[in-house]
């Protein structure tokens, strides 16, 4: 996952091991627009769960 500033870095780690063959490695930007970060100290709260439908659609087998 990458956000705000630490976007581009995480998004060149999982390049770098895309490229090294490791299909395994994805990238998910959180875009935190709308969101209503009522979690615990300003975090996102459950309401703002964008994760689990990203997580579904990979080739898991879960």
């Given at each position: 996952m990458?956000?705000?500033?630490?976007a581009g870095?995480?998004?060149?780690?999982?390049?770098?091991r895309?490229?090294?063959g490791d299909?395994?490695?994805?990238?998910?930007?959180?875009?935190d627009?709308?969101?209503?970060?009522l979690?615990?100290?300003?975090?996102?709260s459950?309401?703002?769960?964008r994760?689990t439908?990203?997580?579904?659609?990979?080739p898991?087998?879960?």
């Amino acid at each position: 996952m990458g956000a705000g500033q630490y976007a581009g870095h995480v998004q060149q780690v999982v390049r770098t091991r895309n490229d090294a063959g490791d299909s395994r490695v994805r990238y998910w930007l959180l875009d935190d627009s709308g969101l209503d970060f009522l979690g615990c100290d300003w975090c996102y709260s459950a309401r703002d769960d964008r994760l689990t439908s990203f997580i579904a659609g990979l080739p898991t087998g879960w």
